[in-house]
Every structure is written in structure tokens, then in C-alpha cells.
């Protein structure tokens, strides 16, 4: 059983919006930490924005504040990302991540256990 399963992926043109999800198949409580990330190509993958605790607490990279929303649905065990007014530098692969219990929400790829197979975003200037 694949640990975290990402869809919703595609090609937008600049200022569209996309909304990627990601089950996972096992449980995710308030104490771990949730993240997305991606790649572009050519460069290392890195954070975008994760989640964390009971009444969570999101943190987002500098460029993609106030354009992109991370939540959660803990009964379905699914990791959302709403991206809206999507730019071509928004381009790459994105990944979910998982942490392990109790452990810090940070930016630091080797803090999480899990990961997804990714999907692809395209944003066409």
C-alpha cells in the first residue's frame, strides 16, 4: 500500500488554480507534522508549506504566501494544497510528506518518514 498517494496535478495558465491532494494510508494525528514540497527542474526540491498540531499552526515559504493554503481532513487521513494565481516559477513536481510523531515541523527533508510519488504542476506564462 503506496504511504502517500498524491493527485491533482496538471497545466494551468499564470493566475490559475489548482488544488492537489494526498491520502495517506495510515493515521495522521495532530503531533505530526504534514508538509508539501517540490521540484523544479534542476534544482533541490524544497519546502512550500507545512502543518502541525491539534489546533494547527501553518507555515508557508516566502513565495508562496498569500497565494497558497494548506489544511487537512483527519478523518480521511488527506493533505490538501489550494494554489491559487499560479505563476510559471510555480512549475515542478510536488510531494507530500509525512513526519514522525511528536517530532518538529521544520524545512528539513531528512525529518520526514514518508513521501509521495509526487505530481506534476505546469504553469504556462
Known amino acids: 500500500q503506496v504511504p502517500l498517494l498524491e493527485s491533482g496535478g496538471g497545466s494551468v495558465p499564470a493566475g490559475g488554480s489548482l488544488r492537489l491532494s494526498c491520502v495517506a494510508s495510515?493515521?495522521?494525528?495532530?503531533?505530526?507534522?504534514l508538509a508539501w514540497f517540490r521540484q523544479a527542474p534542476g534544482k533541490p526540491r524544497e519546502g512550500v508549506a507545512h502543518?502541525?498540531?491539534?489546533?494547527?499552526?501553518?507555515e508557508y515559504v516566502d513565495s508562496v504566501k498569500g497565494r497558497f493554503t494548506i489544511s487537512r481532513d483527519m478523518p480521511s487521513k488527506t493533505l490538501y494544497l489550494q494554489m491559487n494565481n499560479l505563476k510559471p516559477e510555480d512549475t515542478g513536481v510536488y510531494y507530500c510528506?509525512?513526519?514522525?510523531?511528536?517530532?518538529?515541523?521544520?524545512?528539513?527533508?531528512?525529518?520526514?518518514?514518508?513521501w509521495g510519488q509526487g505530481t506534476q504542476v505546469n504553469v504556462s506564462s
Open positions: 510528506a509525512m513526519g514522525a510523531p511528536w517530532d518538529p515541523c521544520t524545512w528539513d527533508l531528512s525529518g520526514f518518514r514518508r
Open positions: 495510515e493515521r495522521t494525528g495532530g503531533n505530526i507534522c
Open positions: 502543518i502541525y498540531g491539534v489546533r494547527p499552526t501553518m
